[in-house]
């Protein structure tokens, strides 16, 4: 059973940085790909980032440039720095290994 941990979220102010964790296991984490959604009140959820196991990453365009995506297969976990953030970023982050996803964060982005 794979079990996904997401931490990091918290109340930031636009122009402000967080970092998102999000720690893996009961899986084969070095070969999976993983990636970041979110999910704002009364909207979708929606793919934030991405990244394989050779390291390709990809970004939403209201992303890209501000955020990034890393993994670290030896702690096996994800992560999802994010700068310069605004409020419309203002969701709860999920993290995501195939079928399974992790109980989110949430971040809030303050004007």
């Known amino acids: 059973q794979v079990q996904l941990v997401e931490s990091g979220g918290g109340l930031v102010q636009a122009g402000g940085s967080l970092t998102l964790s999000c720690a893996a296991s009961g899986s084969i984490f070095s070969i999976n790909p993983m990636g970041w959604y979110r999910q704002a009140p009364g909207k979708q959820r929606e793919l934030v980032a991405a990244i394989t196991a050779n390291g390709y990453t990809n970004y939403a365009d209201s992303v890209r440039g501000r955020f990034t995506i890393s993994r670290h297969s030896a702690e096996r976990r994800v992560y999802l720095q994010m700068n310069s953030l605004k409020p419309e970023d203002t969701a709860v982050y999920y993290c995501?290994?195939?079928?399974?996803w992790g109980q989110g964060t949430q971040v809030t982005v303050s004007s």
């Open positions: 995501r290994q195939g079928d399974f």
